[in-house]
């Protein structure tokens, strides 16, 4: 819940800009949020109390511009309103702080480590994420936990985020083509969530394996078929040798 002393008469999501026109100036700080959320739309599928939001202005007051971070989870949220989706992620509407949010340092230094690391604090997000592949000495992963309302660096690659039930981490991979770092979700056990591309691949291969285990049961169904009848043959001939002997094959016995 916000404790925010706010004026009585709000605006509402339609009311208010949601863009402030400045474009993105990195490829990935849209690919790397919009893989998360790509993952999430197939683990996630079932669940309706979720939004991960791109670029989305998060709305704290009516008098102050927005927040945009390149991407945030909140949970506990209806996943859509309807069909024209979400214009911004107004916090006095939602009434749920995102748990989640993650920056990716482009070139242009946006005071990822400082001031927007006070901004979220200051609005109680739990994780705040830090990602800057550029970084030589230092992990490129950073995520902050906000405890006694500031934030303690965490440990861990991946790492286990327990009120959120997933693990956030980074490592090689292929993503639109692009063998490179990127940022995953994980199981507790720090296995890796596969990709969309990744699973329909596995989806294809298994389908592929099941195809080729019914051809190899139909063939050996065939084989078996024939062996049968290879089988009544002799036993046809045999029973007609007996007969031109003057044996009745049906009193043997």
């Known amino acids: 819940m916000l404790e925010y002393n706010l004026p009585r008469y709000l605006p509402s999501a339609e009311e208010l800009p949601d863009s402030d026109e400045t474009p993105v100036d990195n490829e990935l700080q849209e690919l790397i949020p919009g893989l998360l959320k790509a993952i999430l739309l197939i683990l996630w599928a079932e669940r309706m109390d979720w939004l991960f939001a791109i670029d989305m202005g998060i709305y704290y007051h009516p008098d102050k511009p927005p927040i945009v971070p390149d991407g945030f989870l909140s949970l506990g949220v209806e996943r859509f309103y309807d069909e024209e989706l979400r214009p911004s992620y107004v916090l006095w509407d939602e009434n749920v702080v995102p748990i989640f949010v993650l920056e990716v340092v482009s070139q242009n230094y946006r005071k990822e480590y400082t001031t927007k690391l006070d901004e979220y604090a200051a609005l109680g997000v739990l994780y705040y994420v830090i990602y800057s592949s550029r970084r030589r000495r230092k992990p490129h992963l950073e995520v902050h936990k906000l405890i006694n309302r500031k934030y303690e ?25 692009v063998t490179r770092e990127w940022m995953y979700w994980y199981d507790q056990q720090g296995q890796r969530y596969l990709t969309p591309a990744e699973q329909i691949k596995q989806e294809t291969q298994r389908a592929q394996q099941e195809a080729q285990r019914a051809q190899q049961e139909a063939q050996r169904a065939q084989q078996e078929a024939q062996r049968a009848e290879v089988a009544e043959q002799k036993v046809q001939q045999l029973t007609e040798k007996l007969r031109a002997l003057g044996i009745d094959p049906d009193n043997l016995g």
Not at 156 to 171: A, D, H, K, Q
């Open 153 to 177: 660096l965490q440990e861990g690659n991946p790492l286990w985020l327990p009120e959120i039930g997933l693990g956030i981490g980074c490592e090689r991979g292929n993503y639109c083509g």
